[in-house]
C-alpha cells in the first residue's frame, strides 16, 4: 500500500484521506460506512467499520468494529475486536478480547492471538488460535489449532477437519453435541515464555519509557519523521543494519580499531534493542488519536501504548517475527534520520 500519513501534534478529533482508491481514516472515534475500492486502513480510540472495501481492512485501535464486507484479507490489532462482517480471503487478529460474532463469515483462514477469544461466526478454512481463554461455538471448514489457557467447544461447533490442542486436560470441555470430522489430539502442554524473553520484554518497556521521558521532543519528532517518510526510514534502517557489521569487523583487522569496534558493536545492539521505540510512539499517537497529549508524560503514555501493542503484534504465530522486524527496521531509520538532522542543524 502506497498510502501513508502523519500524526501531526495538531489535527481533528477524526480524520478521513483517501489515497487513490485506498482510505485511510484516524481519530478517537472514526467511523466508516462508505464503499471503498480499495484498501480500508483505520486507527483510533474507538473504530468502527461498516461499509465495504475492495481490497484489505488494516486497523488499529482500542476497539474495533468490523462489519460490512471485506473483499480481500482482515488484519487487525488493538484491546477490543469484534469482527462481525464478511471476509473474502483471510484474517489475522491480535488483541485483548477477540470476538468473531455469529454474524461472520471468513471465507479464508483465521489466525488469531488474544486473551479471550470466541469464534462463533462460520469459517469456510481453517483456524489457528493462541490465548488465555478460547471458545468455539461455529462452523470450521477445514483443520483447527488451539494453543490456550482453556478450550470450551460449545454444541454449535461443527469441525470439518482435523482438532489439535495444546491445552491442559482439565481445562478442556468439549459439548456432547460438537462434532469433529477428523481426529482429535492433545498436544503436550508447553512451558511458558522463557525468563529471558519476559525479561527482554520487560526491559524494552522500561528502556523505552526511560528514553521518551528523557528525550521526549526527540521521540515526537521521530515518530513524525516515519509517519511523514516511512520509505526513506526503511532505507536508513536497512543501511545501518548492513553497513556497522561490516564497519566493526573491517576495525577488528587493526589493535588500533578493536575498541572502536567493540564501541560500535554496543552502540548497535543497543539501537536495535531501542529500534522499535519510535514506531511505538507513533503508534500510539494514531491509537490515542484526538487524545494523544504531547510533553513528556504524553510521550510515556503514547509510547506504552504502543508499545504493548507491538508485543502483542510479536507473538502473533507466523507474522510476529517479521512484524517486529519491520518495526525495528523502521523505528531506527526514522531515529537515524532525525539524528542527523539534529547533527545538521547544530553544525549551522
Known amino acids: 500500500m502506497a498510502a501513508t500519513f502523519a500524526c501531526n501534534r495538531a489535527r481533528p478529533e477524526n480524520e478521513t484521506k483517501r489515497n487513490g482508491e485506498d482510505l485511510l481514516a484516524r481519530g478517537s472515534a472514526p467511523n466508516v460506512t462508505d464503499s471503498v475500492p480499495g484498501d480500508a486502513i483505520l486507527a483510533g480510540g474507538d473504530v468502527n467499520f461498516s461499509g465495504s472495501a475492495g481490497g484489505d481492512y488494516l486497523g488499529v485501535g482500542g476497539k474495533q468494529t468490523i462489519g460490512g464486507r471485506i473483499h480481500g484479507s482482515v488484519r487487525a490489532a488493538g484491546g477490543r475486536i469484534y469482527l462481525k462482517g464478511a471476509v473474502e480471503r483471510n484474517a489475522t487478529i491480535a488483541g485483548g478480547d477477540i470476538d468473531l460474532d455469529s454474524a461472520a463469515a471468513v471465507a479464508g483462514n483465521v489466525y488469531i492471538v488474544g486473551g479471550t477469544i470466541w469464534v462463533k461466526g462460520a469459517l469456510q478454512g481453517g483456524l489457528l488460535a493462541a490465548g488465555g481463554k478460547v471458545m468455539l461455538n461455529g462452523p470450521v471448514g477445514r483443520d483447527v489449532e488451539i494453543s490456550a489457557g482453556s478450550l470450551r467447544l460449545g454444541p454449535r461447533a461443527q469441525i470439518a477437519g482435523s482438532l489439535r490442542y495444546r491445552v491442559p486436560r482439565d481445562k478442556v470441555q468439549i459439548d456432547p453435541s460438537a462434532r469433529v470430522s477428523g481426529t482429535i489430539t492433545a498436544l503436550p502442554v508447553r512451558r511458558g515464555p522463557s525468563g529471558f524473553r519476559v525479561l527482554l520484554t520487560l526491559g524494552f518497556l522500561v528502556a523505552g519509557v526511560v528514553a521518551v521521558a528523557l528525550l521526549p521532543r526527540f521521540a515526537a519528532e521521530a515518530s513524525d519523521t516515519l509517519g511523514l517518510s516511512p520509505g526513506r526510514s526503511a532505507l536508513f534502517g536497512i543501511g545501518w543494519l548492513i553497513l556497522v557489521p561490516i564497519a566493526a569487523c573491517i576495525a577488528l583487522i587493526t589493535?588500533?580499531?578493536?575498541?572502536?569496534?567493540?564501541?560500535?558493536?554496543?552502540?548497535?545492539?543497543?539501537?536495535?534493542?531501542?529500534?522499535?521505540?519510535?514506531?511505538?510512539?507513533?503508534?500510539?499517537?494514531?491509537?490515542?488519536?484526538?487524545?494523544?497529549?504531547?510533553?513528556?508524560?504524553?510521550?510515556?503514555?503514547?509510547?506504552?501504548?504502543?508499545?504493548?501493542l507491538l508485543i502483542v503484534i510479536g507473538i502473533v504465530p507466523f507474522v510476529g517475527g517479521f512484524i517486529t522486524l519491520i518495526a525495528t527496521v523502521l523505528g531506527l531509520g526514522a531515529m537515524l534520520i532525525r539524528a542527523q538532522a539534529l547533527r545538521e542543524q547544530r553544525a549551522v
Open 255 to 308: 589493535i588500533i580499531g578493536i575498541p572502536l569496534a567493540l564501541l560500535t558493536v554496543a552502540i548497535y545492539v543497543t539501537l536495535l534493542y531501542l529500534g522499535r521505540v519510535a514506531v511505538a510512539v507513533w503508534l500510539g499517537r494514531l491509537i490515542l488519536g484526538g487524545r494523544a497529549r504531547t510533553g513528556r508524560q504524553g510521550a510515556v503514555v503514547n509510547f506504552l501504548v504502543g508499545g504493548l
